[in-house]
C-alpha cells in the first residue's frame, strides 16, 4: 500500500517541523498549515488522505474544522491532537468523527504506527467496496478457474431464461446460497428473494412455513400466518436442502409446481402465485429418488434446470485469490491489518482438499486473522492437515546473484547484515533514527531490512 498524503495543521511551528521531518523520513508526502483557515484550504487544494488536527488553533477550535472535514464526500482520515490534560476533549473529538487522538508530549514512533494503522483501515475499505463493485457483473462470485467460468456463463443463461425451477446439487459449504442469490439478481434483483434451510424446520411445522396457515388450523394458530411462497410470489422461493423435506410435504410441493396454485394449512380456497423455485441439495437426488427417499416425479420435475456447484477442490486455481479477498474482508470486520499469506502458505492452502469447500477456507482465515492479525502466515501457522501439503516456493525477494549460487553465501550476508544493524541499534540504545544515520540509510530503509532480516530490535 502506497504511504499516505499528511497534513499537520498546528500553530506549534517548532513541532510542526520536527513532524514534517520525521514523516517524510517515512516516504509520506506531509504539508503544514498553521491555523485553520489556511488548513481548510490546504485541505481543498491537495485532498490529503489524513489531517493531524490540533485541538486548540488561534484563529478557531479544532473541532469546527472537524465539523467541515466531515461534510466533505470523501473526509480524509482526521487524527486529534491535544495539550495534556485535554484527553476528554479529544475523546469527544473522536465521538464527532475523528479517527482517533494523541496526547502531546508524543512519542513519533506511535504517531507514526498511528498514522498508517488508520490509513491502512481506510485503503482496506476502499478496495473492498472496489472489489464490490468490480464483482457486481459476475454477482459477487469469485474466481477465474476453468470451472468457474463456466458455472458463471450457466449462471447467467439459466438466471435470464424462462425456467421455473432450477435445481443446484454440490457439496455443503460450495456456494449454493450464493449461486441462488446470483440466478435471482441475473433477471430481477428487486424482486423478493425468500430462502428456507428445509432441515432447520421442525416437521410438523414446516407444511405452514411453507405454504401459511388460516387462524384455528393448529393449536397456537391464533391469526392468519403467510407462507414463505406467498411472499415470495413475483420473485425467487431458494428451497435449500430440499432433500430433507418429507414424503408427504414432497407431494404438495410437486402440485405447486404443476399448477402454481396452493392452499394454506386449515384453508380451502386455493392461492395462486407466479414465482421461481430453486432448490439445493448435497445429495444426489437422482439416487436418492431410485432408492425411494426422494420422490421421482418431483426429482424431475425440479431437474428441468440443473446446475453443478464444483467443490473448491475442483476449482484450486481460485483459492489463492479468495483466500486473499477473505484476508482483507475479515481485516476490515476485525478493525486490524489483513494477514500475509506468503507463497509457501498459499501452496499448502491450494493443495489441500478442502471438505467444508469455500465456508472451511472462510473459517480458516477469520481464525488466522483473529490469532495473527497483520502478521506474515507462514505454514507451520496452518493447521497440521493443510502443512503437509505445502510446496515451498523460491522466495521472489531473494537477491538473484547471492541466491543463484551458493545458499550458505546468502545466509552468510544476511548473518552479517543482521549483525551490522544490531550493533548500530546497541549503539543508539534502540533509537531507529540514530542507527539509521550511522549506517547511512533513511529511517524507512532500516525499518524495511530489519523487516526482511526477521528483526523485531528485542534481540538487543
Not at 393449536?219 to 400466518?225: E, I
Not at 541466491?403 to 541499534?425: F, M, N, T
Not at 534502540?430 to 547511512?440: E, F, H, N, P, W
Request: with cysteine; charged share 30%.
Amino acid at each position: 500500500m502506497r504511504q499516505p498524503t499528511v497534513l499537520i495543521i498546528d500553530d506549534e511551528k517548532n513541532l510542526v517541523s520536527s513532524l514534517m521531518f520525521s514523516l517524510e523520513e517515512e516516504d509520506m508526502t506531509v504539508f503544514a498549515a498553521y491555523n485553520g483557515r489556511d488548513g481548510l484550504a490546504e485541505i481543498d487544494r491537495r485532498t490529503p488522505d489524513v489531517v493531524l488536527l490540533d485541538l486548540k488553533l488561534p484563529d478557531q477550535s479544532g473541532f469546527d474544522i472537524l465539523d467541515r472535514i466531515q461534510t466533505l464526500a470523501a473526509p480524509p482520515v482526521t487524527i486529534m491532537i491535544s495539550a495534556h490534560g485535554d484527553t476528554r476533549a479529544a475523546v469527544e473529538a473522536v465521538k464527532k468523527g475523528a479517527q482517533d487522538y494523541i496526547t502531546k508530549p508524543f512519542d513519533l514512533d506511535e504517531l507514526i504506527l498511528l498514522i498508517q494503522r488508520n490509513h491502512k483501515h481506510r485503503q482496506l475499505g476502499e478496495e473492498i467496496a472496489y472489489r464490490r463493485e468490480r464483482e457486481a457483473d459476475t454477482h459477487g462470485l469469485i474466481g477465474r478457474s476453468a470451472a468457474m467460468r463456466k458455472l458463471l456463463g450457466q449462471v447467467e443463461r439459466i438466471g435470464k431464461s424462462s425456467a421455473r425451477t432450477i435445481l443446484l446439487q454440490g457439496p455443503s459449504g460450495s456456494g449454493k446460497t450464493l449461486i441462488a442469490k446470483a440466478l435471482h439478481n441475473t433477471r430481477d434483483k428487486r424482486a423478493p428473494f425468500v430462502s428456507v434451510n428445509c432441515a432447520s424446520l421442525p416437521e410438523n411445522l414446516l407444511e405452514a412455513e411453507l405454504f401459511g396457515a388460516e387462524k384455528g388450523a393448529y393449536t397456537g394458530a391464533d391469526k392468519r400466518r403467510t407462507g414463505l411462497v406467498e411472499l415470495a410470489n413475483g420473485g425467487t422461493l431458494f428451497l435449500d436442502e430440499i432433500g430433507e423435506l418429507p414424503l408427504a410435504l414432497q407431494a404438495k410441493l410437486l402440485t405447486f409446481l404443476e399448477t402454481h396454485r396452493f392452499r394454506a394449512v386449515g384453508g380451502h380456497r386455493e392461492i395462486e402465485a407466479d414465482l421461481r423455485v430453486i432448490a439445493a441439495s448435497n445429495r444426489d437426488l437422482q439416487a436418492e429418488a431410485q432408492a425411494g427417499a426422494f420422490r421421482e416425479d418431483l426429482f424431475y420435475r425440479l431437474n428441468v434446470m440443473p446446475l453443478i456447484i464444483p467443490s473448491l477442490a475442483e476449482r484450486r486455481d481460485d483459492i489463492p485469490q479468495l483466500a486473499t479477498d477473505f484476508a482483507t474482508e475479515l481485516a476490515l470486520q476485525e478493525g486490524c491489518r489483513p494477514i500475509i499469506l506468503t507463497p509457501d502458505t498459499l501452496s499448502g492452502l491450494r493443495a489441500y482438499d478442502w471438505p467444508g469447500n469455500i465456508r472451511e477456507l472462510r473459517n480458516t482465515i477469520e481464525r488466522l486473522t483473529i490469532l495473527h492479525a497483520g502478521e506474515t502466515i507462514t505454514p507451520d501457522r496452518l493447521p497440521p492437515e493443510m502443512t503437509a501439503a505445502v510446496v515451498p516456493q523460491e522466495d521472489p525477494d531473494r537477491d538473484n546473484d547471492v541466491g543463484r549460487g551458493d545458499g550458505s553465501l546468502a545466509s552468510e550476508i544476511a548473518k552479517r547484515e543482521a549483525q551490522c544493524i544490531l550493533d548500530a541499534l546497541a549503539q543508539s540504545n534502540g533509537r531507529k533514527g540514530d542507527a539509521a544515520s550511522s549506517l547511512g540509510i533513511s529511517r524507512h530503509a532500516l525499518k524495511r531490512r530489519m523487516q526482511k532480516l526477521g528483526l523485531t530490535g528485542d534481540e538487543l
